[in-house]
């Protein structure tokens, strides 16, 4: 059976994403920074048949977290065969690239880009063990330069400036982490799922968590002739379209 470790996955994008590679026949590790958070969404999941499933303490920021949850998944499986990097914070609804002070922008980096560095680092050695091994890295449409440059487009007013530095910061590490495993089985990219209905939205939005996770697993799922490097956002550029970086 093939198995996939899912961060940030005891809500949300994170806990559908789990649901799918579940039902896809992966055994999946559910990393939660709160432990019974992880093992009720394990319970949930249970109650609606599934049982290929175990919770893992995993908070991405703590060093001795991310140790912990590589030794105890290595005990369990010689290899992992997908990974996706999921959990994430927004720092707020209210951010000012003038205002917002260093302790916002570090808290946010350290979650969504730092977590994101440390945990594919530390799971590296078992996913090269997998035939087939898969990285995607959960980004978001507004990280993309190319879109944010159009000042004149009023549908883009809506900024969150140390969240967005966070995900284009997160998509260059895609990008390089990609170019460095390039001519390997790996595929590695960054998927934004939408604008979906989650607590992070305060549940607005144009996409149900279904269709957000249907997008990410998409990814997880790639064949050998899929695409790596390629930061995509389906809602807004069907494939085989990409997101413009």
């Not at 969240?163 to 895609?174: E, R």
Request: proline share 4%; with cysteine.
């Amino acid at each position: 059976m093939k198995s996939a470790l899912v961060t940030g996955a005891n809500k949300g994008i994170g806990l559908e994403v789990a649901q799918q590679l579940a039902r896809h026949g992966f055994f999946v590790y559910l990393g939660s920074r709160n432990l019974e958070s992880g093992q009720a969404a394990v319970q949930q999941l249970r109650a609606a048949g599934l049982t290929n499933l175990e919770a893992i303490q995993l908070d991405v920021t703590r060093p001795d977290s991310i140790r912990a949850a590589r030794a105890t998944i290595g005990a369990k499986t010689s290899a992992l065969d997908v990974l996706v990097n999921n959990a994430g914070i927004s720092g707020g609804g209210s951010q000012s690239a003038r205002h917002a002070t260093l302790e916002q922008f570090r808290s946010v980096f350290e979650t969504n880009v730092f977590g994101v560095a440390s945990v594919t680092q530390a799971f590296l050695d078992l996913l090269e063990k997998s035939f087939q091994p898969r990285i995607v890295n959960v980004s978001t449409a507004m990280a993309s330069l190319t879109l944010y440059a159009d000042f004149a487009n009023e549908q883009l007013a809506y900024r969150l400036p140390v969240y967005q530095a966070s995900k284009a910061a997160l998509n260059m590490y895609t990008l390089n982490l990609a170019y460095e495993l390039r001519g390997t089985p790996f595929k590695v990219n960054a998927v934004c799922p939408g604008y979906t209905q989650t607590d992070f939205t305060g549940h607005q939005g144009t996409s149900t968590v279904e269709q957000a996770g249907q997008r990410i697993v998409k990814y997880a799922l790639l064949g050998p002739d899929g695409p790596t490097g390629q930061y995509l956002s389906e809602e807004y550029f069907p494939a085989p379209a990409t997101c413009p970086w």
